[in-house]
């Protein structure tokens, strides 16, 4: 069985500044992890996501995350906040590759953005 | 790229009617799709994978005769809610996979937001 989990619920950061945003996987087999971003009202975008590839993984809007198998962790980083950067940010797993894979999300995280 | 289109994108009844949303696949075809539900300020909950061609697989505590899905086509799934209750206004997201490089990618749909009376 998969399972993520998303420390802080509501994350507050000044605009320039660095976000980090974390996620714990458990995972019986090799995960897939992926980060996906939701604006108000909205679907979910993915920004990136790590297949066993590269252990750090560059993503959309300048997000990067690192696979960390030694702590179970996926977390999420941008070095310079941007106003835009404003959304709910969810951290996900998937056990395979076929098309009937299940994909199980965090609780997610609300980022905000001080000026 | 890949889209995902949902109708309606908001829709407001009274309790005790049905109510359908649908899904398509606009560019690609998706033997699978899978049907979320949101509450307001919490994640994702997976409700049922709706299977082209066959029945759809529900998560343990989703009726299955509350909420029907049906995949007639690669393209499009539905999900009606039937008899509806203001216990079932909630967002409902869609979302189909697409083959990505290493791994399967979702693309979602905008969203549902559903309204009961």
């Known amino acids: 069985a998969q399972s993520v989990t998303q420390l802080g619920s509501h994350v507050s950061v000044s605009e320039g500044a660095l976000v980090l945003l974390r996620c714990n996987y458990s995972?019986?087999?090799?995960?897939?992890l992926f980060w996906y971003v939701q604006y108000p009202n909205q679907g979910l975008q993915l920004l990136l996501k790590?297949?066993?590839?590269?252990?750090l993984v560059k993503g959309i809007n300048g997000f990067e995350a690192e696979f960390k198998k030694s702590e179970t962790s996926f977390h999420l980083t941008k070095p310079s906040a941007h106003m835009r950067d404003a959304a709910e940010y969810f951290c996900?797993?998937?056990?395979?590759?076929?098309?009937?894979?299940?994909?199980?999300f965090g609780s997610g995280t609300r980022l905000s953005i001080r000026p | 790229g890949a889209v995902v289109s949902q109708h309606p994108s908001w829709v407001i009844c009274k309790s005790g009617t049905s109510v359908k949303i649908e899904c398509r696949s606009l560019?690609?075809?998706?033997?699978?799709m899978f049907w979320y539900r949101q509450f307001p300020k919490q994640s994702l909950m997976l409700m049922a994978t709706s299977n082209e061609g066959s029945k759809a697989t529900y998560e343990q505590g989703v009726e299955k005769d509350k909420f029907l899905i049906n995949h007639a086509s690669l393209t499009l799934s539905t999900l009606t809610v039937t008899s509806a209750h203001p216990e079932d206004s909630s967002f409902y997201i869609c979302s189909a996979p697409r083959k990505g490089p290493g791994a399967n990618v979702l693309t979602f749909g905008a969203g549902s937001r559903l309204t009961v009376l």
């Open positions: 995972s019986s087999v090799p995960p897939y």
């Open positions: 560019d690609f075809q998706a033997t699978t």
């Open positions: 996900a797993v998937s056990a395979g590759y076929s098309s009937a894979s299940k994909i199980i």
């Open positions: 790590y297949t066993s590839a590269a252990t």
